[in-house]
């Protein structure tokens, strides 16, 4: 009877420790990201520009496939969460979240900035908005997905102060295009002075409004990968009827420095048509020993803005997402001719270049 209760014990002992919870005792770690925009890197990073009243900010969405499901959940609620910069070394969502200590759990991570609006359609494969009116002062952006993460990366972009995270590189949306004017020369140096006023400038036959419709698949290995833009070129379908821009509609004296009269403005990615044509009405007055001798009104000036090329002397014919262009148009007075400094056709942050057309 003895021995019977002896290997009872014995029993209990072994089923007892095939029955214990195994535990992972590792710490928590709190996932982080780590941000860039997709400019060159040699370039002045623009992601200071990512605020959400007031703060540097963007929006992500966390798809958590738990112990490696098919289906992923959204770790990070339905509506997301937003992503806040704390100012010296850290991008961290408002709630702490913690990475699934399951060696088969990762996450999908979707993240994206829209200034004054937001996607109508977030998962996993897709991000679309639709119909989407783009401001003057509208900044819209998209991270490529980080697939399959299951920990904070620490081969990342080094930027804010940041060690480690998410990586998180953003891409622009938009085109912005700048028209600056001047008049040039002013004077003669005989006594003749000039005065050049713009009366009206408008801007004909610009899209306004569109659709951008990303798509993306699993790569089945963790890493970022870009967003398929269902139109290859704009990314935007254009769902407006082309209308005009009025930049000027009053008299405006010009000066022989550029005034940015349409300031740098973000616009829908869309083709240069030959319906896009820059119409110019402006007067001159011609003055000798401060007296007037001749003015004129009413001169009209015409430009099609798909013939003016870059410093490559390659036409503009397209406005293209993450690109600025700056058109600069000089006004000379004596001779009565428009000299164009067209087109920058350059990276989002870089600075102008240069050509001239008469």
Known sequence: MKKYLIISAAAVAVFSMSCSKIEDTSAEQEIGFAVASYVPQTKA???SIITVDGVRAFKCKAFLHSNGADAGTNYFGDNGETITYNGSNAWTPSHPYYWPKHPQSYINFVSWYDKNGTPGTVTETSMVWENRTIAADDNIMFADEAWRFKNNDSAVYKKDGVTAGVPTLFHHALAKVKIQFNASPLEDGNNTTFEVKLQTVSLKSVHKQGTLSLSNS?????????????TSTYYWNATDTASDIEIVTSNTALTTGFQALFAQQSVLPQEVTNDMVLDIKYAITIKYNGAT???????????QMNTLENTSHVAIGQWLPNKIYTYSITINPITDQILIDPAIDADWATEN????IE
Request: proline share 10%; hydrophobic share 40%.
């Open 45 to 47: 990073d623009e992601l």
């Open 218 to 230: 699993d790569p089945t290995a963790t890493g970022q990968k870009a967003w398929t833009p269902a």
């Open 293 to 303: 001798i001749l003015a004129e009104t009413d001169i009209p000036a015409s430009i």
């Open 353 to 356: 270049v240069t050509a001239t």
